[in-house]
């Protein structure tokens, strides 16, 4: 959202982002920042959280966001997104309340996530919730989803095929490749000449790491010269580093979350990078570590659906795997340690397809959407005329 907000303001709109919390927040010029004064809601990937305190949580936020929202002054196009989990629900009222377009940017397809997050919630409530958040999605002038699979769930959710834009999510623009040799991050963790596999991202629920530790067993006693590094936080995070305790595996090490000015040293510290998902989540979600394995230049191989857009991202630049296919796991990560060619070749790329879509396109391709529903919208009512410079 910080990309899109900051390079939408550089080419003309006036942006004004609603954030939960208080304090200063740093800003671009042309975006404003107004904050709910509200206390953070909790992290649905928090390990041991009560579910039914997250939800009452999410829900506080959700309704400290609607008040401060509507109490802006007019605004052309209102956007909401997926977190808290069901504000879909209020961009069109928002959007009422300031006569403006409204857009949803599906970053996860709730509630139909909340089980693969461990949330269950009773299935009377999770029903109602359901039905609830499909009428406010057919509700909005637009709905952008950042995969097709993620697109065709909405379409089944019975949003109309002609509301709904594909804009994949594109890596942090601070991504970059780091030569291996002069990698900072290498050298301060005394990865040497050792061929580097790196997991860096959620250790969430939705990320299955079972084929991962079963693999790094195979591989402890066959390829010493491999290295396994698990890089980030998440509700699995605490039950891998006990498995990785548990079965003594020299060639796993834990590293926390890393600051995101190094996520270029980090991201190509790595020779081969590991992304999974868990099957159920197909359409649900998109995983970030794959866009942001190929902007470092670097192969990846994931575990997961073979329909899905992470494993569409893929082709010439990695391998999808089965999410419990531990053996094809080993196999795959020995074939790129022993032929550093192919490992060049698939980073080179996996480079020119990150390169292709990048935060500036995407940039682009919403404020065009959001133009295109400011002068006009899809239900054919002008909207606010007259404005020098739109506002979102």
Sequence with gaps: MSDLAERMAAIGWRVTVVADGCGPSDAPPGVTVRRTGGGRPPDVGAGGRDARLTARGYLAAAVRLIQRALRLPRHDVVVTMTDPPLLACAGPLIAARHGAASIHWSQDVFPALLPVLGIRLPEPLMRMTEVASARALRRHDAVVAIGRCMAGRLAAAGVPAERITVLPNWPDPRIRPVPRADNPFRLEHGLGNRFTVAYSGNMGLAHPMDAVLDAATLLARSDSTVEIVLIGEGRRRAAVAEAVERRGLPNVRLLPLQPPDRLAESLSAADLHLATMDPRAEGLLVPSKVAGALAAGRPCLFLGPAGSDAAAMLDG????????????LAGAIRRYALDPALCAEHGARALAVASAW???????????????????????????????????
């Design 317 to 328: 630049c990695g391998q999808r795997l089965a999410p419990d296919d531990a053996a094809g």
């Design 358 to 392: 990048d935060a500036t396109a995407a940039a682009r391709r919403f404020a065009a959407l959001a133009g295109a529903l400011r002068q006009t919208g899809l239900r054919g009512a002008s909207v606010l005329p007259g404005r020098s410079l739109p506002h979102a």
